[in-house]
C-alpha cells in the first residue's frame, strides 16, 4: 500500500494543501509513496514551530541535548536494516551502501552527542588584574536544512545533528527525489522525543520551499548540499540576509597514480571511487591521473575490470552497480556520453544504457571509462554518475597540475609508495580532503568534511570537531571581578613602569 505522508510541524504529521510528488524506486518503477509540493503558508507554519521552540531548546543543556541524539542513534541501530532498505529502494545504491548511510547516521548522532559534554571554549588571561576572559559558544536560531538525495539519511543525520547538539531547532527540506527517506529519518527523531517544533519536515520544490526556506527572515542560519549553480542562488539569498551559510557543491575528483604504485591496490579503489553508488557521490572519483610510464598497463587493466561489473538490483549481494537515481540523471549522464564522442575523447567501456529484462523497468546505464584530453568538458565538469576519464601525466608536478586545473575542490587521492610525492601531495593538491593509497571516498564522521574552490566558497567544514561552526556563533565575555573601572588599554602601568 502506497502511503501519502503530510509534512512534520510542530511535533506532528499534518494535511497539505499543495499538490503532490510521488516518489519511485529508480530499479523498478514502483511507486513508493506521495508527498506534499508545500505551500508558502505551510514552510512559514514549520518556521513558526521552530523560532517557537527555539528558546526552550537553547535553553536545555547540550548533555539533555546530547541524550536525546544518543535515544536517536539507538533507535535508527535498531532499525537499520529496514532503513537500509529504504534507502536502497527510493534512491538505489546497493544495500551494502544503503547500511552504510545508515550507519552514518548512527555514528553521527553518537559523536555530536558526546560533543554536548564539550562545546570547548577558551579561557584566556586578561591584562588586568582580577578580570577574566573567556569564550562560549551560543546556537544562531532556527536553522534550515537543504539536503540532495544521493545520501538520504547521512547528510540529513550529519546537518541534524550538528544543529540539533547546537541547541538550533531545524526545518529540514530534502530533495523531491527523496521524501520518503526524509520523512523515516524524522520519524526516528520523533520517537526519541525532541521537544514539538526542534525538528519540521517541510516537503516540496526547491524554487518554493528552498528558496522560501533560505530568505525567511526567521531562519538564521542554512546548511545546504546541492549543485553548484543551485548553491550559488543560496549563497547569494543569504548574503542579502547577512547570515550564515554552509555550501557543499560537489567535486571533481582525481586519484594521482605515480609510477611506484601498487596497481592492485590502485585497481580497487578506482573501480570503487568511480562506480561505487553508480558514481553519485559528491567524493566520486571522477578523473584517473596516470604517470605516462604504467598508463598503457593501467588503461589495459581496467578496462578488464570494468567489464566485470555486474549491474543490477541493489537489493542482489552480488551486484556491484545499481540504477542511477532518476530519468534526469539517466538524461544528464547520457549526454555526457554524447558530448565525450564528440569532443574526441575514446570511449574504453561502457557508454550505453542497459536494455532487456529487468533493466527496462530502472535506470541502468553501464559503467564508463573515457581517456579524455585534460581541457575536455568530460575532465573539467561534474558528471554525478558512473563516468570515469582517464588522463596521462608526464610526471608528479604535471599530474598535480592537471588535478588542480578544475573548479571544484573536494577530494583528492594519490597512489605512491614513496614518502615524498604524498608528503607533497598533502600540500599541493587543492582540496579539503587528500586520500593517500585509498580512494576519494570514505569520509569518517569524526573529520571535517568539506572543500575549497567552488565546492566550499564559505569554507566550512560539516562533521568532525567543525561541525558546530554552522550552526553557532562565539561570545566573547569579560568578568571583572576588581571591584573598580578598569580600563583595557588605559590602565598602562606596567612591571616595566611604561
Ligand atoms: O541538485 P539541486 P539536483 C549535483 C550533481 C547533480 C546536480 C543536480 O551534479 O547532477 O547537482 O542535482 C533544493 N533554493 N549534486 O537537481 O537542484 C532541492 O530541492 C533552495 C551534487 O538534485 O542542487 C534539493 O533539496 N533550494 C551534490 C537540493 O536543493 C533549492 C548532491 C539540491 O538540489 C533550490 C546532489 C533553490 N532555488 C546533486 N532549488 C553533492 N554536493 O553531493 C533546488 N533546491
Not at 277 to 290: D, H, M, P
Amino acid at each position: 500500500m502506497v502511503q501519502d505522508y503530510g509534512i512534520f510541524v510542530g511535533g506532528g504529521w499534518r494535511r497539505s494543501k499543495g499538490k503532490r510528488l510521488e516518489t519511485r524506486n529508480p530499479a523498478t518503477g514502483e511507486v513508493l509513496g506521495t508527498f506534499p509540493l508545500a505551500t508558502k503558508e505551510e514552510l512559514h507554519a514549520a518556521v513558526k514551530a521552530a523560532k517557537d521552540a527555539f528558546e526552550g531548546w537553547r535553553k536545555t543543556p547540550a548533555p539533555r541535548r546530547g541524550e536525546l541524539l544518543l535515544e536517536a542513534a539507538r533507535i535508527f541501530r535498531s532499525k537499520k536494516e529496514d532503513l537500509a532498505r529504504t534507502v536502497t529502494g527510493e534512491m538505489g545504491k546497493i544495500l551494502a551502501e544503503g547500511r552504510g548511510d545508515v550507519q552514518e547516521v548512527i555514528d553521527f548522532l553518537e559523536y555530536a552527542a558526546g560533543e554536548g559534554r564539550r562545546m570547548f571554549g577558551a579561557t584566556v588571561p586578561s591584562e588586568l588584574p582580577n578580570k577574566m576572559c573567556l569564550t562560549v559558544r551560543l546556537p544562531v536560531g532556527p536553522v534550515g536544512l537543504i539536503t540532495p538525495w544521493n545520501f538520504p539519511m547521512a547528510i540529513p543525520g550529519w546537518k541534524s545533528g550538528a544543529a540539533l547538539i547546537a541547541g538550533c531547532p531545524i526545518v529540514l527540506k530534502p530533495s523531491s527525489l527523496t521524501p520518503l527517506c526524509a520523512a523515516r529519518f524524522v520519524e526516528v527523531l520523533d520517537e526519541a522525543g525532541f521537544p514539538p517544533g526542534v525538528v519540521n519536515l517541510v516537503t516540496g520544490a526547491g524554487p518554493v520551499v528552498g528558496d522560501g526556506l533560505v530568505a525567511h527572515p526567521d531562519i538564521r542560519a542554512v546548511s545546504f548540499t546541492g549543485g553548484v549553480e543551485t548553491g550559488r542562488r543560496v549563497y547569494e539569498s543569504a548574503a542579502r540576509k547577512m547570515i550564515k551559510v554552509g555550501l557543499e557543491l560537489g567535486g571533481k575528483n582525481a586519484i594521482l597514480a605515480m609510477d611506484d604504485a601498487d596497481l592492485g591496490l590502485l585497481m580497487d579503489g578506482v573501480l570503487f571511487g568511480a562506480f561505487g553508488t553508480a558514481g553519485q557521490r559528491c567524493t566520486a572519483t571522477s578523473r584517473l591521473i596516470v604517470h605516462r610510464r604504467i598508463y598503457d598497463q593501467v588503461v589495459d587493466e581496467l578496462v578488464d575490470r570494468v567489464a566485470k561489473l555486474k549491474v543490477g538490483d541493489p537489493l542482489d549481494a552480488a551486484v556491484d552497480m545499481g540504477p542511477v537515481a532518476s530519468p534526469e540523471q539517466e538524461r544528464k549522464v547520457l549526454e555526457y556520453v554524447d558530448l565525450g564522442r564528440k569532443e574526441g575523447s575514446k570511449l574504453l567501456a561502457g557508454g550505453t544504457k542497459l536494455r532487456g529484462g529487468p533493466y527496462d523497468r530502472g535506470f541502468f546505464l553501464a559503467p564508463t571509462v573515457f581517456a579524455v584530453g585534460r581541457t575536455s568538458r568530460l575532465a573539467q565538469e561534474e558528471i554525478f554518475g558512473p563516468v570515469l576519464s582517464v588522463l596521462r601525466a608526464k610526471d608528479y608536478d604535471d599530474a598535480v597540475a592537471i588535478a588542480n586545473s578544475v573548479r571544484y575542490g573536494l577530494s583528492s587521492s594519490i597512489y605512491t609508495n614513496d614518502l615524498r610525492w604524498a608528503f607533497r601531495a598533502m600540500q599541493d593538491l587543492e582540496a579539503g580532503i587528500t586520500y593517500v593509497n585509498a580512494p576519494t571516498i570514505g569520509a569518517e564522521v569524526h573529520l571535517p568534511f568539506g572543500g575549497t574552490k567552488e565546492t566550499g566558497p564559505t569554507d566550512t567544514r560539516e562533521a568532525g570537531t567543525t561541525a558546530l561552526e554552522e550552526f553557532t556563533h562565539w561570545k566573547t565575555v569579560y568578568v571583572d571581578y576588581s571591584g573598580r573601572l578598569q580600563k583595557a588599554q588605559i590602565d598602562t602601568a606596567r612591571l616595566t613602569g611604561g
